[in-house]
């Protein structure tokens, strides 16, 4: 259970409000063969976030 639409929306506040962020290491989409085996190697410190950097995305 992660809670109801208004409990999430009042986390997300506050989330806001304190400038609360994701621990997240971004990688580019093209590197996809080598993020996942680092990952499933315990290399990953936090989230892996694949950006695709062709759709304007940015690291």
């Known amino acids: ?3 109801s639409p208004e ?3 009042e986390m997300l506040e ?3 409000k304190q400038k ?3 621990w997240i290491i971004k990688r580019p989409m ?5 993020a996942v085996p680092d990952m ?3 290399k990953a410190r936090y989230r892996y976030v694949l ?3 062709d ?3 940015k690291l």
């Open 1 to 3: 259970m992660i809670g």
């Open 7 to 9: 409990q999430i929306n």
């Open 14 to 16: 506050l989330a806001a």
């Open 20 to 22: 609360i962020h994701p």
């Open 30 to 34: 093209k590197e996809v063969n080598q």
């Open 40 to 42: 499933h190697a315990g």
């Open 51 to 53: 950006v695709n950097e």
């Open 55 to 57: 759709n304007g995305g």
